[in-house]
């Protein structure tokens, strides 16, 4: 049979949107003759809905909206479509997570997700009543099971540690299933899409059935889905993938073998730049804006951003905004005018020492003579807040700060001045990678200028700073970073394993506990890194403990 892999990209909410895009997707799978089309996990309703679970309107919607989306698919080509729909126990939670298998107008088969992840950026156990039934059923000759994402999560071949008792996957597979359809939504985060791929193959290899895998496309709020979907044969060969971070649809042939087979990123840099101009589109026009606005400072991070958002939303649809003070060197406001003209993008410059200087005064005589310091420094990061946020309601543009995952961590960053924004594209990128994505965007020609890349990182906030006069080198930092954030290991863990110096480890952990307050107020960050700041990681703000 052939098997169309329908990879989408869903809006939460657009009932109608999201059928409609369904539909398009199916009437395409039907003119490539395929016998049975396989579309995400809550692709009717999108993914992930979060509390608009708990409201009942919301869950008649999906319901409606499944039984009018069978009556406008393709009559002779049944469909597999993730909706969330009543529980129908007697006890625990109101909503499941379901796969409906529809055929000829009708749902044929209903399968509620069993495994509900609780972990990171996921609290499906918060919203759904597990299913207990496998969804196994035959299709022109062939035994198929329905599962959801996590439901082949729990492979005890390929996990040291599993989560779950079950394992659906196994179980149907045990039970006669020759073909596993997996609906998901799997965010991305770095090394995920070559994880995912090694984590199927095993599983086809191991239990001798095809695995078809079809993943969601887009950004929703802080998450981004790569899509990668992708089918394995029997024997764990790889049949049919589709392109990472974009619409597709290809065809899995369980019976000719004929490969159809989409190019991924070719390198981890691309795969995450290509992630963060998808977030950031999908988050501007979901969002319901048309225009972004970026503070351009002639630094590294600001430069990234603008060329981020010109191939998010196109150049004609930025503005970048130079703010000079009275510690700019010539050459930062040189930088961003050159960035602004290789992108193409609208440049303008308002200069803040002369609003900088009425400050002074004004609180000149309130500080009672108290020396200068941060103080000053984060006044003139405020002022330019102002003016950008000023600018964003003035033209209903999306302000786009700027701040990185390094800086973010020790609370290198100033609340309600660069924290400013509406989504904070690159803050769970760290500095080292900053510098990476900065050199793909240029590529094929420098976009970014040189200088950006050259020259020592500063706030340019007093005479002749430097980042790294307050915080360690960041080739240093971002190894505690990811020690105590991605890999959770305690001070000497890390400082066994990294050869660090004890105190400088713990003082970088004592800067990332007492950041959490300002974190806390930041826009929301496209999350790229296996664990970002934001709905994945839960830290209190008060709080005594230290490592």
């Known amino acids: 049979m052939k098997i169309a892999l329908a990879q989408i990209d869903t809006t939460i909410g657009d009932f109608e949107g999201n059928v409609d895009r369904i539909v398009r997707f199916a009437q395409r799978a039907r003119e490539r003759r395929a016998d049975l089309v396989v579309f995400p996990e809550l692709a009717v309703c999108g993914y992930p809905p979060r509390d608009l679970v708990e409201k009942p309107e919301f869950i008649r919607h999906s319901e409606q909206e499944l039984e009018r989306l069978a009556g406008l698919l393709p009559p002779a080509l049944p469909a597999v479509v993730g909706y969330v729909r009543r529980s129908r126990a007697r006890e625990g939670k109101p909503v499941a997570d379901v796969a409906a298998l529809v055929r000829g107008g009708k749902v044929e088969l209903d399968y509620a997700k069993i495994l509900l992840p609780f972990y990171d950026v996921f609290d499906e156990s918060r919203y759904f009543e597990p299913g207990n039934s496998l969804g196994l059923f035959d299709f022109e000759k062939t035994r198929l099971a329905l599962t959801i994402c996590e439901d082949i999560w729990n492979d005890k071949n390929f996990w040291k540690k599993r989560l779950y008792s079950r394992d659906p996957a196994a179980e149907s597979a045990a039970s006669g299933a020759q073909i596993i359809l997996n ?19 095993a599983f086809a290899r191991e239990h001798h059935v095809a695995v078809v895998y079809v993943n969601q496309v887009g950004g929703n709020d802080q998450l981004v889905f790569d899509g990668s979907s992708m089918a394995f044969n ?10 990472s971070f974009e619409e597709d649809l290809v065809i899995f042939d369980t019976e000719s073998g004929e490969s159809e087979i989409h190019e991924g990123p070719a390198s981890e840099a691309e795969a995450v730049y290509q992630a963060l101009v998808l977030g950031t589109r999908d988050y ?59 992108l193409e993008v609208d440049f303008r410059v308002i200069p803040i020492t002369q609003i900088f200087e009425c400050y002074l005064q004004r609180l000149d005589p309130a500080f009672e003579g108290k020396p200068r310091d941060v103080t000053e420094e984060n006044i003139q990061a405020r002022i330019r807040g102002n003016i950008l946020m000023a600018l964003s309601n003035k033209f209903g543009a999306l302000l786009l700060s700027t701040g990185n995952k390094s800086e973010l961590a020790v609370g290198y960053c100033t609340l309600y001045g660069d924290m400013a924004g509406g989504l904070a594209v690159i803050a769970d990128v760290p500095k080292t990678l900053v510098y990476q994505l900065a050199r793909y965007a240029n590529r094929a020609e420098e976009r970014i200028p040189q200088a950006c890349l050259e020259k020592a990182p500063s706030a340019e906030l007093r005479l002749n700073q430097t980042d790294q006069d307050t915080l360690p080198p960041y080739e240093i930092l971002d190894v505690i970073l990811r020690a105590y954030i991605e890999e959770n290991l305690s001070a000497q863990e890390m400082i066994d394993k990294y050869k660090l110096d004890p105190e400088l480890v713990r003082d970088t952990l004592r800067r990332v506990n007492g950041a959490e307050y300002k974190r806390q107020q930041a826009a929301p960050a496209l999350k790229v890194t296996a664990k970002a700041f934001g709905m994945g990681r839960r830290y209190p703000i008060a709080q005594k403990f230290l490592e």
Do not use: W
């Not at 609906?183 to 193959?201: E, G, H, N, V």
């Not at 029997?234 to 392109?243: F, I, P, S, T, V």
């Not at 004609?316 to 602004?340: K, T």
């Open 183 to 201: 609906i998901a939504s799997s965010p991305f985060s770095t090394d995920k899409i070559a994880m995912r791929r090694d984590m199927l193959q």
């Open 234 to 243: 029997a024997q764990g060969e790889l049949c049919a993938r589709a392109k």
């Open 284 to 342: 501007v026009a979901k969002c319901g804006f048309e225009k972004v606005i970026v503070g351009l400072s002639g630094g590294i991070d600001s430069s990234l951003v603008a060329t981020l958002a010109a191939d998010a939303v196109g150049p004609a649809n930025v503005l970048g905004v130079g703010m000079p003070g009275p510690y700019s060197s010539s050459g930062s406001l040189r930088d961003a005018e050159a960035l602004a003209s290789n």
